[in-house]
């Protein structure tokens, strides 16, 4: 079974702390932010790693086992719910 597997949502400020732990467990498949300034900057650190614009992209990935959302708090139930839902 492929380890990375692991899809951060959220590239912020506690996302880019789970994005740097999950790299270095190498258990990171991708990262979703809606900041394409975001996407660009954690693509120059993380060569290789899948970046998705939205959840609903990252989620058409069958690959992925598992998320980790780091958006504001007031976006946790949204998103979770469309991760759950999928």
Do not use: R
């Amino acid at each position: 079974m492929n380890k990375n597997n692991l899809c951060v949502v959220g590239g912020g400020y506690w996302g880019k702390n789970h994005i740097k732990t999950l790299s270095q467990l190498k258990m990171l498949h991708g990262i979703v932010d809606l900041d394409p300034k975001n996407l660009k900057l954690i693509a120059e650190k993380y060569p290789g790693i899948k970046l998705y614009k939205s959840i609903e992209d990252a989620l058409k990935n069958k690959n992925i086992l598992g998320y980790v959302v780091a958006t504001p708090a007031e976006t946790h139930f949204a998103v979770a719910k469309k991760i759950i839902s999928a």
